[in-house]
Structure formats: C-alpha cells, structure tokens
C-alpha cells in the first residue's frame, strides 16, 4: 500500500480514543503497519520507517 492509497477501513484497528475539548480524537493503526489519527476535522496518517521514502 502507498502513502497516497487510502487504508482500508476494515483493516483498521482502533488503538485508543479520548475526548478532548474539540472532540473525539481516534487512534487507529492499519495491518500494514501505519497509524491514523482521526477527529472530527482531520484525518492523518503516519507511516512506518520501512515504507518511508528515502
């Protein structure tokens, strides 16, 4: 899967979640091995050192 790809939904695993004065913030880690972090207004995704590019 390439940074530009979105994860598949059903591939995600929520991680954790809490509630902040903005919102819920979500945790979420793909079984390719990058993370999201979604709230309400923003979804971002960090990928692991290996599928970086160099």
Do not use: I, K
């Not at 390719?32 to 979804?43: D, F, K, Q």
């Amino acid at each position: 899967m390439h940074s530009s790809d979105p994860h598949d939904p059903f591939a995600l695993t929520l991680v954790s979640s809490h509630r902040t004065s903005e919102g819920l913030v979500s945790y979420l880690r793909c079984a390719c091995g990058a993370w999201e972090v979604r709230t309400s207004r923003l979804v971002a995704t960090a990928l692991p050192t290996r599928m970086r590019p160099r």
